[in-house]
């Protein structure tokens, strides 16, 4: 039987004096306090927060206090083993008593962890969906159910749940058992990532209906959005990690494996420290790239999507994305592991008419139906309109989710608004060269054709097929060919256009191809322009090399550098990135102040009584060297 809530001061007095005795902070952000204090008193949540907003604190609290009320064991749902074994250790490194059970464990340690669930001994628990719905899990679950020891289910990474998440895994669907089974536990589901459609489906398939749903603001201010036109996606890459983000950590996503391998070589072929991560390469290979990248300083992790969701390195200085993603949430989930400090970083994209392409054949071959492929276009269109966009990045991505807001003055088209141009005229003459390709040769042809005739080039194709002898061949002699393609990535995007992938990407007229020819659907186009203009980069000579905060005075940046020094041997020691055992704010706090006794520690964020015992004579003694 489920214990009665305490009343909702004392609550609030518990979920603080956790906060600070175990985490070190002195005060909640945003939402945080709202969401634990709701869950603490039984509460179902729905909870949508930025990554790097807090979400684990959302959970982690309400698990501590409900275990100290008598209400027993919080079992945490995640798909990802890295990140269990990174949040058990850092609740170690708390004081609290957390483990995982997933298949890194040798059958007699897994053996040893349910045990001690059995018993009780165990605050948090973390698994995978696919082993908190086997029968044995299950079963021990019922047990501590049984016994009024079953305290909460935390869902993490929700959007799994969902057909329109942009990961989608069957496995979470199964997860409605929790409330079949176990209807007097409370429930939360949290994600970093969700439109409307998918906190929908959220809802409907873990049946938490009657939830209450925290949305935070989605914008991340300090992530400044650049979005440029394909050229030569790699020498641009190089041109914006040497310019801005040199001895930085960061991630470069690419969309096929053989391309993580090609740009990784690259990278280091240019002295950049880089290593790539793909579900082709071997499990320890992966494991090691990942373990090297969390827990080293200035590693660039070139990957596949199979790599990033639960990374919660707080120092990711910028985001590339190479190939365009397929869908703003993925985009947004993706792009915001960068910052995760809050201090400045990088959202940069590459794309060009290939991707539109790509992802459009990738739709349309899909074995799905119909009207989910619609739904897979509109959620494309919707990227596609931010990657063309003349106005504020920022305000187009909140608008995404339902969020207003004002131009952010720190995205590409904020501080370097590009110049328009009208290209309805363009569109209806590539349009008509189209209708004229077909008509004549009663067959369809590829993109590079159809602008080799509107910009009347007599190339063999051309000649081959009497293609000079159309009305529209040469007319568009005005036009250059990045001109042309924007034109095609508009129509492709508003399906004006649409690319066969069965007849090897030739391009085909739909209904809407005959009111943009009428003029009655206007195009407007960015200027293509090559790279940012100088006033969009920041001055950041070597940014990455000596990583110590400015704000520092001489001494206290020695003090900071010997914190950090000593910070990796313990991490090394432990096995665990170097920020569980203190963020870089913490090691900066304790260097300005410059403690002489445990006293002036006290109070320093992220400093908790569990930390403070553990290492506060060694942190003593390195600030006095």
């Excluded at 906060?19 to 949508?48: S, T």
């Excluded at 256009?497 to 069965?502: G, I, L």
């Excluded at 520690?601 to 992220?606: P, R, T």
Aim: a negative charge.
């Amino acid at each position: 039987m489920i214990a009665a809530s305490p009343p909702h001061t004392e609550l609030s007095v518990a979920s603080h004096d956790i906060l600070r005795e175990v985490f070190g902070y002195d005060r909640f952000r945003g939402p945080q306090e709202a969401i634990v204090e709701h869950v603490i008193a039984g509460g179902d949540a729905l909870v949508l927060m930025p990554t790097g907003g807090g979400k684990s604190l959302c959970y982690q609290i309400p698990a501590i206090a409900r275990q100290r009320m008598g209400q027993g064991i919080t079992i945490v749902i995640s798909p990802l083993i890295a990140l269990m074994h990174d949040q058990v250790g850092a609740l170690h490194e708390a004081g609290v008593s957390a483990a995982f059970l997933n298949s890194t464990l040798s059958g007699e340690e897994a053996s040893a962890v349910e045990k001690r669930l059995l018993r009780g001994d165990i605050t948090l628990l973390y698994a995978a969906p696919e082993r908190v719905t086997t029968p044995r899990f299950l079963a021990q679950l019922d047990s501590l159910y049984e016994r009024g020891y079953l305290s909460l289910f935390a869902i993490d990474e929700a959007h799994c749940v969902s057909q329109w998440g942009h990961d989608f895994r069957p496995e979470y669907r199964a997860l409605t058992v929790l409330h079949e089974r176990f209807a007097n536990v409370p429930r939360m589901a949290l994600t970093a990532t969700a439109d409307a459609l998918t906190r929908e489906d959220i809802l409907d398939r873990l049946q938490l209906q009657e939830a209450r749903a925290f949305v935070s603001s989605f914008d991340r201010p300090n992530i400044r959005y650049t979005i440029v036109e394909k050229k030569d996606a790699t020498q641009q890459l190089l041109r914006f990690i040497s310019r801005e983000h040199l001895g930085d950590a960061g991630i470069v996503y690419c969309q096929s494996r053989k391309r993580v391998e090609e740009i990784a070589q690259t990278l280091c072929d240019e002295g950049i420290d880089a290593l790539p991560y793909h579900a082709g390469l071997d499990a320890k290979v992966r494991q090691a790239n990942q373990d090297r990248f969390l827990r080293a300083e200035g590693i660039v992790m070139v990957a596949t999507i199979a790599f990033g969701m639960g990374i919660d390195k707080p120092d990711v200085r910028f985001v590339a994305h190479l190939d365009m993603p397929k869908n703003i949430e993925g985009y947004y989930q993706e792009t915001g592991r960068a910052g995760r400090d809050g201090e400045p970083a990088d959202a940069w994209m590459s794309y060009g008419l290939q991707d539109v392409v790509n992802q459009r054949r990738m739709i349309d071959e899909s074995p799905a139906g119909e009207e989910f492929k619609q739904g897979l276009r509109g959620k494309l269109d919707a990227l596609l309109g931010l990657a063309e966009a003349t106005d504020c990045r920022r305000v187009r991505l909140l608008h995404y989710f339902g969020e207003a807001s004002g131009p952010c003055g720190n995205c590409d088209n904020c501080l370097s608004p590009p110049a328009v141009w009208d290209g309805t005229d363009a569109a209806r003459k590539l349009l008509s060269t189209i209708y004229r390709v077909q008509q004549q040769s009663g067959i369809s042809f590829g993109a590079g054709h159809i602008m080799d005739i509107l910009r009347g080039k007599s190339t063999e194709k051309v000649a081959q097929h009497g293609h000079e002898a159309l009305s529209t061949f040469g007319i568009g002699t005005d036009l250059s060919e990045v001109q042309l393609r924007g034109v095609l990535r508009q129509l492709i995007a508003i399906g004006a256009v649409e690319v066969d992938a069965q007849a090897f990407n030739t391009l085909q007229l739909t209904d809407l191809s005959r009111a943009v020819l009428k003029g009655k659907v206007p195009v407007q186009l960015r200027e293509s322009v090559s790279t940012p203009v100088g006033k969009t980069k920041r001055a950041t000579t070597a940014r990455g090399a000596s990583k110590v905060p400015a704000s520092l005075d001489a001494a206290a940046q020695d003090r900071f550098t010997a914190l950090k020094a000593w910070r990796g041997e313990v991490a090394r020691e432990h096995n665990l990135p170097a920020y569980v055992i203190f963020h870089d704010a913490t090691l900066a706090a304790i260097a300005e102040r410059a403690p002489q006794s445990l006293d002036d520690l006290q109070g320093i964020s992220g400093i908790g009584a569990k930390k403070l015992e553990a290492y506060g004579e060694e942190v003593l003694r390195v600030v006095s060297i």
